[in-house]
């Protein structure tokens, strides 16, 4: 059993599983996911940020800032699964996905200058709350400063 299914079955019925993965959202033009393979893709790729934290600089297998905007449409389309959900249902798989976003939110903090923004190169005042947020520490966060220009909101970097 992978650590996110064990992680999971503590918190989500096989049933709700199922349930909730018949919730699906195109992810790209040929490709759509259920709502709880949007939910592992969200968690694994939180995962990988949190492990590359103790990766020595300069390894190669590190994600960088685009992973991590890969990780944030990631979580946009988990929105749009979540949305879709029956409302009477929904509570089940929110107060899942809102344990993984405190994960996130644990690894980062504001991004005060828009930085995420820049990255990507679209401006949209009706993303998530999870677009005005930037790694604290590790990899993408020093790629953020050095090629992004990102401004840190102690001055420390």
Request: glycine share 8%; net charge negative.
């Amino acid at each position: 059993m992978t650590a996110f299914n064990e992680w999971l079955s503590h918190r989500v019925s096989d049933a709700d599983s199922l349930l909730f993965n018949t919730v699906v959202v195109p992810v790209s033009p040929n490709i759509s996911l259920g709502a709880m393979d949007l939910l592992r893709a969200w968690w694994e790729h939180l995962s990988k940020f949190t492990a590359d934290l103790s990766v020595p600089p300069g390894d190669r297998s590190i994600w960088g800032a685009h992973d991590y905007i890969a990780a944030l449409i990631l979580r946009d389309r988990l929105a749009a699964a979540i949305s879709r959900v029956d409302p009477t249902r929904r509570y089940r798989i929110e107060s899942v996905v809102a344990e993984i976003d405190q994960l996130f939110m644990d690894f980062t903090e504001p991004d005060n200058d828009g930085c995420i923004e820049r990255v990507d190169g679209r401006q949209d005042s009706s993303r998530g709350w999870w677009w005005k947020r930037v790694p604290a520490r590790g990899p993408v966060r020093a790629e953020l400063r050095i090629q992004y220009g990102h401004e840190t909101n102690g001055g420390t970097g």
